[in-house]
């Protein structure tokens, strides 16, 4: 059997790391949201482990809906050419927004998001990312809700991809070299 922990060279966040701050989350989000109409909604496929778990660290009436997209680049980089692959299925005019996203590495998928779903009129909208990578140009984005600042290296793990494996490891890590370079 071939262990995908075995391609991991270091751990960057720990599955309890992880578990520690997702209900550190729900709590500050539970009491920013408690008396609004609170839509989450997950930016697939990367966010889907952390908006999974954030949605029920928050004890609140809320929706949850999804959108997908694509930005364009190789399998470690993005380009800032984003196509919406799905929407979302609501109408999202009068609502409090908060986009959760797995990481905010160049922001440029993020303006993006955050221009198309702004024009559609929500009541507000705010960003929860799980990971932030440090002294990076994130294109003027600052999250109100970030989990982890991390070091300006490509992670795997919670959701987060390199050629769409790896996602279902239970931590955030980096790969080894040789996997990354093959
Ligand atoms: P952006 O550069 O902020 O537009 O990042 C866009 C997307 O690229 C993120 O939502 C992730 O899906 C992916 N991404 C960025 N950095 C990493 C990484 O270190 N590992 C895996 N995916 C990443
Ligand atoms: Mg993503």
């Known amino acids: ?24 989350l729900g709590r500050i989000l539970t009491e920013d949201y408690k008396d609004k109409q609170l839509l989450c909604i997950g930016v697939l496929k990367g966010a889907l482990m952390f908006i999974a778990d954030l949605v029920r660290a928050i004890p609140l009436p809320l929706q949850v809906d999804f959108m997908a997209v694509s930005s364009y680049g190789s399998a470690t980089r ?18 409090h927004i908060l986009i959760v996203e797995d990481i905010l590495d160049t922001g440029l998928t993020l303006n993006y998001l955050i221009k198309n779903l702004k024009s559609r009129q929500p009541a507000s909208l705010e960003i929860c990312s799980l990971l932030v990578k440090k002294d990076k140009q994130t294109s003027g984005i600052d999250p109100k809700y970030v989990g982890f600042t991390i070091p300006d290296m490509f992670v795997v793990g919670y959701g987060l991809d390199y050629d769409e494996n790896y996602r279902n490891l239970k931590f955030v890590g980096e790969l080894k070299k040789e996997i990354l370079g093959s």
Do not use: F, P
Not at 4 to 17: A, Q
Not at 78 to 94: A, M, Q
């Open 78 to 95: 993005s380009s800032g050419i984003v196509r919406i692959l799905k929407d979302l299925d609501e109408d999202i005019s009068g609502k």
């Open 1 to 24: 059997m071939r262990d995908i922990k075995d391609d991991v060279d270091n751990i960057i966040v720990s599955e309890e790391e992880i578990t520690k701050k997702v209900s550190e």
